[in-house]
């Protein structure tokens, strides 16, 4: 098979090209053959995506969930060529949400067995997206994190980025139109295709990458203690049970504010509000093991 790995070397902690590596080798030793592409900036990997070759018959994209979605933004056609995502991010949510493995010949197993889903994909304006858009506070996080781009930071590093935009937090205004009908106003927004927001917390136990719409999660009170009783109602999977928490589906929905307020996708800060979202269902075709999106242990 003619595999084109994107790699992004420094996600994660810091031995992602390590591992990038043993799994390239991996595939040479089963046959295949393999080109790689490491960025070494942001938008490279978008770049490279771009210029795919018609022989290529499967991408890799190794790194976080950043690395996934910059690769599919830069597609020409998101449903081209099936993707597999190698995860050597931090969260590394898509590859959970999968029950993606991360020994390398394990992961290259699933690549030959080649099981396709077409997975539905958000698009925001310009951009794509396969799991989450947020607006409001989390948004402002990654909007932090982006500054520091380039530094290996783990988990720990979004300590700092959190507690910065805790101190300077302002609760935001937005009005959140679901499929031109339902109007819901709040101070934080979530449209999910995935049950797990940031690999702990549970909002929407029912969404799916593939379900055909969007689940719409708009959280009423901005507070910082009304944000932290939401996130800890969903890291004991208990959203359902908090009426400050509004939820609902549909496959459009329009985002207003009456200041611009920032937007995260995937875990990637992108511009601010107003916003249109769409969901195109069944494009991108995932390379997947036989057993996918199991419930987290709580």
Excluded: W
Excluded at 120 to 130: K, P, Q, Y
Aim: charged share 20%.
């Amino acid at each position: 098979m003619k595999i084109l790995v994107i790699g992004n070397p420094i996600s994660g902690k810091g031995n992602a090209k390590r591992q990038i590596c043993e799994f390239v080798r991996v595939l040479e030793r089963r046959g295949h053959h393999v080109e790689v592409f490491m960025t070494s900036s942001a938008g490279e990997a978008l770049r490279r995506a771009r210029s795919i070759n018609s022989g290529t018959e499967a991408l890799v994209a190794a790194g976080g969930d950043g690395t996934v979605n910059e690769i599919l933004n830069g597609l020409s056609d998101p449903s081209a060529i099936p993707i597999l995502h190698l995860p050597v991010g931090t969260a590394n949510q898509l590859a959970m949400t999968l029950g993606l493995p991360h020994d390398p010949e394990k992961l290259a197993a699933i690549l030959e067995a080649k099981l396709i889903r077409c997975v539905d994909l958000g698009v925001a304006g310009s951009r794509r997206f396969l799991m989450v858009l947020s607006a409001g506070f989390d948004a402002r996080v990654a909007e932090e994190i982006n500054r520091h781009r380039g530094i290996r930071l783990g988990y720990s590093g979004y300590v700092f980025p959190i507690l910065k935009t805790a101190a300077g937090h302002r609760p935001a205004k937005l009005e959140v139109v679901v499929d031109d009908h339902r109007k819901i106003v709040g101070s934080e927004v979530m449209v999910l295709k995935v049950r797990l927001y940031g690999g702990l917390l549970v909002f929407a136990d029912d969404a799916r990458l593939d379900s055909g719409h969007f689940h719409v999660c708009v959280f009423r009170e901005g507070t910082l203690s009304g944000l932290f009783l939401y996130a800890s109602a969903g890291l004991m999977r208990m959203a359902s049970h908090i009426p400050g928490i509004v939820r609902t589906i549909g496959r459009r929905v329009r985002i207003r504010s009456e200041e611009p307020v920032p937007v995260e996708l995937d875990g990637e800060s992108f511009g601010t509000t107003p916003l249109d979202i769409r969901l195109e269902p069944s494009v991108v075709p995932l390379i997947v093991p036989a057993v996918q999106d199991q419930p987290p242990s709580v």
